[in-house]
């Protein structure tokens, strides 16, 4: 596929000119202009592009570009990143905010999928997008059938904080670093609250909260969004893509 035609689409299906970031998003580096085997991984540092050439990838699709913040100088360890992308000729394209804020292939809306919920609204605005969904089950479910439900589709749990109800009905999801929005979860009704990390100082809000948080790890809640986007690309424009799973353990 024409990398142009493929970027233009992704731009537009995912919002990237509307939705402010902390860097620039989007065709982070031009490579190649035929796009036929996509690599989708969560992050883009130089062991991942190893894996993607690897793999013969014509396009690397990530959740965590390079650029983040102002200018930098291409020297040191960022400079070598990038001298590596340009000698490689491969595409890297970046969709952060966008991508956890996408209603079909976002991060959050797919862990509610795979989670069997239903997501019935958004919170905890960032740059005046809406990146967190308030959903619901569609029947009652024990806090322990949910963890289960998430090491089944998703993968392993790091921590689960059982601090409210036993029985779950709504459920408050943010993926990566969300556990600052614990207590806003709480004031919006949910019982139970999933993100990916969490730090000590946020431990004795849940508990004061009264509420259940599970923490997936910030590496695998967004791993789901850049496989469901790259699903999307496989259905849409018969595109060969797969996702390369290189943890971080964090």
């Not at 946020?202 to 599970?214: C, K, T």
Request: proline fraction near 3%; hydrophobic fraction near 45%.
């Amino acid at each position: 596929m024409n990398r142009a035609e493929l970027v233009a689409y992704l731009d537009s299906y995912l919002r990237i000119n509307e939705i402010k970031d902390y860097g620039p998003q989007g065709l982070q580096v031009e490579g190649q202009e035929d796009v036929v085997h996509i690599v989708g991984m969560v992050d883009a540092q130089l062991p991942c592009l190893q894996a993607a050439l690897e793999r013969e990838a014509d396009m690397l699709l990530v959740h965590h570009g390079i650029f983040w913040g102002g200018p930098q100088t291409l020297s040191g360890s960022f400079g070598r990143l990038v001298r590596a992308y340009i000698a490689s000729d491969i595409n890297l394209y970046a969709a952060h905010l966008a991508l956890d804020a996408h209603p079909e292939v976002g991060n959050n809306a797919e862990l509610a999928r795979r989670l069997g919920l239903e997501v019935e609204d958004w919170f905890a605005p960032v740059n005046g997008i809406r990146l967190g969904v308030i959903a619901r089950a569609h029947h009652a479910l024990k806090l322990d059938y949910l963890v289960d439900r998430f090491e089944q589709n998703v993968g392993p749990v790091k921590l689960v904080q059982a601090h409210g109800a036993r029985i779950v009905h709504k459920v408050g999801i943010i993926s990566g670093a969300g556990a600052r929005e614990i207590g806003q979860a709480a004031a919006l009704g949910c019982d139970t609250f999933l993100t990916g990390e969490t730090s000590h100082a946020e431990y004795y809000g849940a508990l004061s909260a009264r509420i259940n948080v599970i923490y997936g790890g910030h590496y695998l809640t967004e791993t789901v969004g850049v496989q469901a986007l790259g699903e999307h690309l496989r259905q849409r424009f018969d595109i060969d893509f797969e996702f390369v799973d290189l943890p971080t353990g964090m």
